[in-house]
C-alpha cells in the first residue's frame, strides 16, 4: 500500500469534533513569494470556520525542490487548539477566521 499523505480528516479536541481539509498546498505567489499550506477547519454541527496557515517549507526558500506533503492529526489538533486559544468561537456565525500558526500548529 502507498503512504499517501492526507488530505482531510476528523480530530477531536476539548471533546468535540472537527473536521480538517487542506485547501491549498505550498505554493508561489508573484505578490508574498513562497506561502505555506492552508487548513481549514471546522467543528461538527457549527457555523464558523477557520482557516490555518502555516508557513512555507524552508526548504522552498532555500530553492530546493518540493518536497512531500507533512500533516497529520497531531499537527491538526496543535493548530485547532492554537485557533481556540487566540479566541475562535465556532459556535457563532461570520465569515471563517484566519490563524497564522507555525509548522508545528502552534
Known sequence: MANIPKLSGVV???GFQYEWE???EPHWSEFDGWRGMTVALLRKH???GALLEFPPPTR??????RGRLQISDA???RGIQAALDAGWE???R???MVFVVNADGN
Open 94 to 96: 461570520g465569515k471563517p
Open 12 to 14: 477531536g479536541v476539548g
Open 75 to 77: 499537527i491538526v489538533s
Open 90 to 92: 465556532p459556535e457563532t
Open 60 to 65: 522552498l526558500l532555500k530553492g530546493m525542490q
Open 46 to 48: 457549527t457555523q464558523r
Open 22 to 24: 487542506l485547501r491549498s
